[in-house]
């Protein structure tokens, strides 16, 4: 990995708006539960230059409504619109706060720098990052070579993650190459 666990920061959500005259900011929220948002402890900029403690006065529409330390009026809400908000990698703890005891959950984060190997054991690649475009999480591994594979993230295409040991193990699928005249043969 890049960099020490413990030193990396997570981004848990993104400033969508200000919301009312009072400076308070609706929060677009990356957590499982959008709470959470505010659950481990005050939010960083990207920099860190700047620290919000959050705290929630509501939800709408899928955001989250709240109030940021020293934002006090709707001009300096209004400016944060777009700003990014992290906390450090230690702050979420070993598992997820709502992993039911004896299940294989991990945060998304902390497959970031892990070896990609196939089924065999052969190197595939590091992951680099995992992303949801609206179809289903996607894991983006970057090769020996320096180029991009990208992998539906299911139980079919990676039927392990061992956190541990600093792998996944990926079953690449079947590729089907498309041919000029439209067919697949």
């Given at each position: ?11 848990v ?5 200000a919301h009312?005259?009072?400076?308070e900011?609706?929060i677009?929220?990356?957590t ?71 299940t ?9 720098g ?17 992303a ?29 993650v ?24």
């Amino acid at each position: 990995m890049a960099a020490d666990a413990s030193e990396r920061r997570i981004l848990v959500g993104a400033v969508a708006g200000a919301h009312g005259v009072r400076g308070e900011v609706k929060i677009k929220s990356f957590t499982e539960q959008v709470r959470d948002v505010a659950a481990y402890g005050p939010v960083e900029d990207e920099s860190g230059t700047r620290r919000f403690a959050i705290k929630i006065r509501g939800e709408a529409k899928g955001l989250v409504i709240a109030s940021l330390d020293g934002v006090a009026d709707r001009n300096a809400a209004e400016a944060l619109k777009g700003l990014r908000l992290y906390v450090p990698r230690a702050a979420l703890g070993k598992k997820p706060k709502r992993a039911p005891k004896g299940t294989d959950r991990w945060f998304v984060a902390d497959l970031v720098g892990l070896a990609a190997v196939d089924t065999q054991g052969a190197a595939l690649g590091t992951v680099k990052n995992v992303a949801n475009y609206g179809a289903g999480d996607i894991l983006e591994v970057t090769t020996p070579t320096g180029d991009t594979q990208l992998f539906a993230f299911t139980k079919r295409t990676v039927p392990e993650v061992d956190i541990a040991n600093g792998r996944v193990v990926i079953d690449p699928p079947v590729e089907v190459e498309a041919k000029e005249d439209g067919s697949d043969e």
